[in-house]
């Protein structure tokens, strides 16, 4: 019978192996921590009411709102009869236009 080399029961692994497989743990542990992070972020901000559009009383009574867009500094609001509203951003009534038919 021809002589067979014994394989050791617990070779020692290469150094690009062991560094190979340490960084791929690290990546894991990091990316576990990264969506940890994301989702405890998501939840406080989305528990908290953010109030993107102020409180609008400075339109006429009655007036049907139909679009409102917010700028840095205004706010455009345009109703049912076609009227372009522009408000501050603290509500008080700058000026209105009739838009063309």
Same mark, same amino acid.
Request: hydrophobic letters at 50%.
């Given at each position: 019978?021809?002589?067979?080399?014994?394989?050791?029961?617990?070779?020692?692994?290469? *150094?690009? #192996?062991? @560094?190979?497989?340490?960084? =791929?743990?690290?990546?894991?542990?990091?990316?576990?921590?990264?969506? $940890? *992070? $994301? @989702?405890? =972020? &998501?939840?406080?901000?989305?528990?908290?009411? =953010? *109030? $993107?559009?102020?409180?609008?009383?400075? #339109?006429?009574?009655?007036?049907?709102?139909?679009?409102?867009?917010?700028?840095?500094?205004? #706010?455009? =609001?345009?109703?049912?009869?076609?009227?372009?509203? &522009?408000?501050?951003?603290?509500?008080?009534? &700058?000026?209105?236009?009739? *838009?063309?038919?």
């Amino acid at each position: 019978m021809a002589d067979q080399s014994e394989v050791p029961a617990n070779p020692t692994e290469p *150094a690009n #192996l062991r @560094f190979l497989r340490r960084l =791929v743990t690290t990546l894991t542990a990091t990316m576990i921590v990264g969506l $940890i *992070a $994301i @989702f405890t =972020v &998501l939840v406080i901000r989305l528990q908290s009411p =953010v *109030a $993107i559009f102020p409180k609008i009383t400075a #339109l006429p009574q009655g007036t049907e709102v139909l679009s409102v867009t917010r700028t840095a500094n205004e #706010l455009i =609001v345009v109703d049912q009869n076609r009227k372009i509203y &522009l408000l501050s951003l603290d509500g008080k009534n &700058l000026q209105h236009v009739q *838009a063309l038919p």
